[in-house]
């Protein structure tokens, strides 16, 4: 089953859709109640894959999970914690990569870990290194072994200083959820200090955690010997949010995203209105349109926060196809991001890669033969074409193209959407947009 979408696209979206929490937020919040000694509540969870391969994972390790869809409420109980077995922390995490951020917690837990090979979206070297390397200077000890990863931590964990050669999130995320209660205090030095980072570290301070962040990217968490639950309602989800106003802005729509948040999206919202889109920010979340006439051709570089967001790229990318002039876009955190250009090119799109950083200051990219700048020559329209997904954001970013496309589309492998794009079928369906599954 290859889970098409066929899609009538050149159809404007119009109309109000609703984002709930955050993907990369909220699995590692489900994460960090593993760490308590009392049950734990979050609070504006969306319905998405990847929210159900943590909560299968939380199962399999003996944590109570209650799940109220309509509410998007989970209740998370992890008094009896346990170490699940190798196979069945294969079958379920096969496709993702958050067991590794489980590592920590169930060492403070039960002293030893597991983690099996790692999957997730093909769109550059995502490393563990990183991530085995800090719980090493924890002091844990780790194994390499057909199946997977084994760590061990007999003595405990003892605090450390790190220094990340890159702001990593996940490696961010890792020492949070490994600090918090290890001997000690811990410092880690060129931290990642997205959103979603900041609201990890308010989970965890709800639970006993002693955390502070200061302006030069260093945060200092010093140690506790126990933690509590939580209580906690995610911040929205600032990814889902920019890929439907870039979608108004392709189909030259007019899309009202309930949930969106000015504060995370405010580099977002600047590029959106230098393309040429209009927004309005309401009480409630976010109005974007088009407003007519020419979109604008930008210069744009991706960055870690409080930069552009290498996420919002690939759907903005789309709308820059329809923009006049030349767009220049330097891709500087997932070196292979631009594999999703293939299938937008074979759409009618006019755009070239390159190996040279196309940007205002090189990056780690450079001189390594990575096709990570892109030149986007619009405006072209776009024709309907078959198209198979790769990963997350190209797929979202691939639908959005169909739907701009005058005639029918076929996409295929929509499924992986799902990972994280709650019921996004149905925002379509309420946007106007025709399509069927076949």
């Known amino acids: 089953m290859r889970d098409v979408l066929q899609v009538n696209g050149g159809i404007p979206l119009h109309g109000e859709i609703t984002v709930r929490g955050a993907k990369n937020f909220v699995s590692k919040a489900m994460v960090a109640s593993l760490l308590g000694d009392s049950p734990s509540e979050l609070r504006n969870v969306p319905m998405i894959r990847d929210v159900t391969v943590v909560t299968e994972l939380l199962e399999l390790h003996g944590v109570k999970v209650d799940l109220d869809e309509e509410a998007g409420t989970l209740r998370l109980d992890p008094r009896n914690v346990e170490l699940a077995h190798v196979a069945d922390i294969d079958a379920h995490a096969g496709s993702s990569r958050i067991p590794i951020l489980f590592c920590g917690p169930l060492l403070h837990r039960l002293g030893e870990a597991f983690i099996p090979d790692l999957g997730g979206c093909r769109i550059g070297d995502r490393p563990i290194n990183y991530h085995l390397d800090i719980l090493r200077q924890f002091g844990a000890e780790v194994d390499k072994l057909d199946q997977g990863i084994a760590i061990r931590a007999p003595h405990g964990l003892i605090g450390t200083k790190v220094r990340l050669p890159y702001p990593s999130v996940g490696a961010t995320e890792q020492l949070l959820l490994t600090a ?101 920010v309401l009480d409630d979340g976010i109005r974007f349109w088009h407003p007519g006439g020419d979109l604008r051709s930008i210069v744009l570089e991706t960055d870690v926060h409080p930069g552009f967001m290498t996420d919002w790229q690939q759907p903005l990318v789309v709308a820059l196809t329809q923009a006049k002039g030349l767009s220049i876009v330097h891709e500087t955190v997932y070196e292979n991001r631009f594999g999703f250009a293939d299938a937008l090119i074979g759409m009618g799109a006019n755009i070239q890669v390159y190996r040279e950083c196309l940007g205002g200051h090189p990056c780690r990219f450079g001189q390594r033969n990575f096709y990570h700048s892109a030149v986007i020559s619009g405006p072209t329209p776009l024709e309907a074409a078959d198209i198979e997904v790769p990963d997350l954001r190209g797929g979202f970013s691939h639908l959005i193209a169909a739907l701009a496309a005058k005639g029918q589309s076929n996409v295929a492998g929509i499924g992986i959407i799902d990972r994280g794009y709650e019921h996004f079928r149905d925002k379509l369906s309420a946007l106007g947009a025709e399509f069927r599954m076949l």
């Open 180 to 280: 918090v209660r290890a001997d000690g205090i811990t410092e880690l030095s060129n931290a990642a200090i997205e959103p979603e980072i900041l609201d990890l570290i308010n989970v965890l301070q709800k639970m006993g955690a002693i955390i502070s962040v200061d302006t030069d990217r260093v945060i200092r968490i010093e140690g506790v010997p126990r933690l509590c639950g939580f209580r906690h309602t995610s911040l929205p989800d600032r990814i889902e949010a920019a890929s439907w106003a870039s979608a108004a802005l392709a189909t030259r729509g007019d899309i009202t995203v309930r949930g969106a948040h000015q504060p995370e999206m405010t580099t977002f919202l600047n590029v959106f209105r230098k393309v040429g889109g209009e927004f309005d």
